[in-house]
Structures are given as structure tokens and as C-alpha cells.
Nanobody, 114 residues
Framework: QVRLVESGGGLVQAGGSLRLTCAAS????????MGWYRQAPGNQRELVAV???????SYADSVKGRFTISNDNAKNTVYLQMNNLKPEDTAVYYC????????WGKGTLVTVSS
């Protein structure tokens, strides 16, 4: 079992920045990848960014050049630095870990005002 706890969401004006944090605990040694997904009202959950245990990263086209995913293996933590935020980035952001199956955090709300 893997437990994920997100933090760092909030309200920000367009053009601003936020950093999301996801702390993992439990059977962390079996984690292959970790990532961030988001779900806006009325929309399906979509991939934002993912990072492998080796540090390779991948991003959705909509956030490339603005968001950066990183990890701190010593702290079992994954970050999502979000810059130049846009109103369309407004969503609940979920941390994900793949470890033989998908594990999810409860989510943190990001609201970007225009």
C-alpha cells in the first residue's frame, strides 16, 4: 500500500505561481512512477506530468514550458512547480503513484482567477 498526501493548492491570479507537494509513505520502494493529474468540473481526469524512479519526465502539451515536476527521493516527495498559471489550469490536482497498481491522493484545489 502507498499513501499519498498533497498540499500547496490555493487561489492565485493568472500569471502567478504555485508549488504542489506530494508526500508518499508506505511501500514506497515498489513505486515505478509518480505523477500529477488534474480534473476540472465537468471534465475527465487528465495527466499533467509524470516522473519515473530514474528521473525521466513527461508533460501534457498544455503545460510544457510552464510546469516542472521533480522529486526528492530522500524525502519521498514529488513536487509540481506551476508558473504562468492560466484560468484553464483551474482544477483539483491529484498525486498518483504506480506500484503494481494506481494509488491516488485526495487532491488539492488550484483556482486561477483572471
Amino acid at each position: 500500500q502507498v499513501r499519498l498526501v498533497e498540499s500547496g493548492g490555493g487561489l492565485v491570479q493568472a500569471g502567478g505561481s504555485l508549488r504542489l507537494t506530494c508526500a508518499a509513505s508506505g511501500n514506497i520502494f515498489s513505486i515505478n512512477t509518480m505523477g500529477w493529474y488534474r480534473q476540472a468540473p465537468g471534465n475527465q481526469r487528465e495527466l499533467v506530468a509524470v516522473i519515473s524512479s530514474y528521473g525521466s519526465t513527461s508533460y501534457a502539451d498544455s503545460v510544457k514550458g510552464r510546469f516542472t515536476i521533480s522529486n526528492d527521493n530522500a524525502k519521498n516527495t514529488v513536487y509540481l512547480q506551476m508558473n504562468n498559471l492560466k484560468p484553464e489550469d483551474t482544477a483539483v490536482y491529484y498525486c498518483n503513484a504506480f506500484s503494481g497498481g494506481n494509488y491516488w491522493g485526495k487532491g488539492t484545489l488550484v483556482t486561477v482567477s483572471s
